[in-house]
C-alpha cells in the first residue's frame, strides 16, 4: 500500500520569509511518480511538479526548489521569499509509474499542509 | 484552452437522495479520475475510466458508479447519500492513465443534509 505524509498541518510565516513543506512517502513500487499539487481556496487542485523516482536531481522553479531524497523518502518543497499569494493547501501525492490493473494506478495524497504567509 | 469543468459547482440533497456530477476533460485528454475530498483532508481516489473503460476503483461502497461518455466526459453518480457523502468531488482528466500529471476541475460542493 502507498501512504504519504505530510506532518506539518499548518505553517504561518512572514512574507519574504523561506519555509519549506516536508513529504515523507511509503510505497512497495520500484518505480513510482510524486507530486506537488497547490489547492488555494478556490478549491481548485494546481499540479506544481512531477518527480520520477529514477531522477533524484533537484529542481529549481523560480522561488520554488523541491529536494527528492530516496534514501530517506523524502520530497521536501521550498518557498524561497515567501508571498501572500502564495498561502494555499499544499499537496504531496505518490503514485505508481506503471498501470497494472484494479485500482493501481492512482494517487495517493497527503493530508495537506495549510501554508499562511502574512503581510 | 478550456480546463476541465465540472457542473454543478455546489448541490445541496437530502439523505437517501440521489445525484449526478459531471465532468468535461481538457481536449484530447481521454483519461478521467474522480476523487472525493473530505473537508480538512487530502483526495481520495474513488474511480478511473479510460477509453471509456473504468481502469481503476478506490475503496468506495457501490453506492458510487461511475461512466465515460464517446466524448471523453465523464459522470458520477451516487446513490442513497448518507451524511458522510458530504464533500468536494473533484475531477481530473490526464492524456493517458499512468504517468500523466492530472488536471483537476474546480471541483463539485456537495452537501447532504
Redesign the interface.
Given at each position: 500500500a502507498q501512504k504519504?505524509t505530510q506532518a506539518q498541518t499548518e505553517i504561518s510565516v512572514v512574507e519574504k520569509e523561506d519555509v519549506t513543506l516536508d513529504c515523507v512517502y511509503e510505497t512497495r513500487d520500484t518505480t513510482y511518480?510524486l507530486?506537488w499539487?497547490k489547492q488555494p481556496p478556490?478549491?481548485?487542485?494546481?499540479?506544481l511538479i512531477?518527480r520520477n523516482s529514477f531522477d533524484e536531481q533537484n529542481e529549481i522553479s523560480g522561488r520554488y526548489s523541491w529536494n527528492f531524497q530516496k534514501s530517506t523518502s523524502s520530497f521536501n518543497f521550498t518557498i524561497t521569499a515567501s508571498q501572500v499569494v502564495d498561502s494555499a493547501v499544499y499537496?504531496c501525492?505518490l503514485?505508481?509509474?506503471?498501470?497494472s490493473?484494479?485500482?493501481?494506478?492512482?494517487?495517493?495524497?497527503?493530508?495537506?499542509t495549510l501554508l499562511t504567509v502574512n503581510p | 484552452d478550456a480546463g476541465v469543468t465540472q457542473s454543478p459547482t455546489h448541490l445541496i440533497k437530502t439523505r437517501g437522495q440521489h445525484v449526478t456530477l459531471r465532468c468535461s476533460p481538457i481536449s484530447g485528454h481521454k483519461s478521467v479520475s474522480w476523487y472525493q475530498q473530505v473537508l480538512g483532508q487530502g483526495p481520495q481516489f474513488i474511480f478511473q475510466y479510460y477509453e471509456k473503460e473504468e481502469r481503476g476503483r478506490g475503496n468506495f461502497p457501490d453506492r458510487f458508479s461511475a461512466r465515460q461518455f464517446p466524448n471523453y466526459s465523464s459522470e458520477l453518480n451516487v446513490n442513497a447519500l448518507l451524511l458522510g457523502d458530504s464533500a468536494l468531488y473533484l475531477c481530473a482528466s490526464s492524456p493517458s492513465p499512468v504517468g500523466s500529471p492530472l488536471h483537476f476541475g474546480n471541483g463539485t460542493r456537495l452537501t447532504v443534509t
Amino acid at each position: 500500500a502507498q501512504k504519504v505524509t505530510q506532518a506539518q498541518t499548518e505553517i504561518s510565516v512572514v512574507e519574504k520569509e523561506d519555509v519549506t513543506l516536508d513529504c515523507v512517502y511509503e510505497t512497495r513500487d520500484t518505480t513510482y511518480y510524486l507530486f506537488w499539487y497547490k489547492q488555494p481556496p478556490s478549491g481548485e487542485l494546481v499540479f506544481l511538479i512531477r518527480r520520477n523516482s529514477f531522477d533524484e536531481q533537484n529542481e529549481i522553479s523560480g522561488r520554488y526548489s523541491w529536494n527528492f531524497q530516496k534514501s530517506t523518502s523524502s520530497f521536501n518543497f521550498t518557498i524561497t521569499a515567501s508571498q501572500v499569494v502564495d498561502s494555499a493547501v499544499y499537496f504531496c501525492a505518490l503514485s505508481p509509474a506503471a498501470y497494472s490493473g484494479g485500482s493501481n494506478y492512482k494517487l495517493t495524497f497527503g493530508k495537506g499542509t495549510l501554508l499562511t504567509v502574512n503581510p | 484552452d478550456a480546463g476541465v469543468t465540472q457542473s454543478p459547482t455546489h448541490l445541496i440533497k437530502t439523505r437517501g437522495q440521489h445525484v449526478t456530477l459531471r465532468c468535461s476533460p481538457i481536449s484530447g485528454h481521454k483519461s478521467v479520475s474522480w476523487y472525493q475530498q473530505v473537508l480538512g483532508q487530502g483526495p481520495q481516489f474513488i474511480f478511473q475510466y479510460y477509453e471509456k473503460e473504468e481502469r481503476g476503483r478506490g475503496n468506495f461502497p457501490d453506492r458510487f458508479s461511475a461512466r465515460q461518455f464517446p466524448n471523453y466526459s465523464s459522470e458520477l453518480n451516487v446513490n442513497a447519500l448518507l451524511l458522510g457523502d458530504s464533500a468536494l468531488y473533484l475531477c481530473a482528466s490526464s492524456p493517458s492513465p499512468v504517468g500523466s500529471p492530472l488536471h483537476f476541475g474546480n471541483g463539485t460542493r456537495l452537501t447532504v443534509t
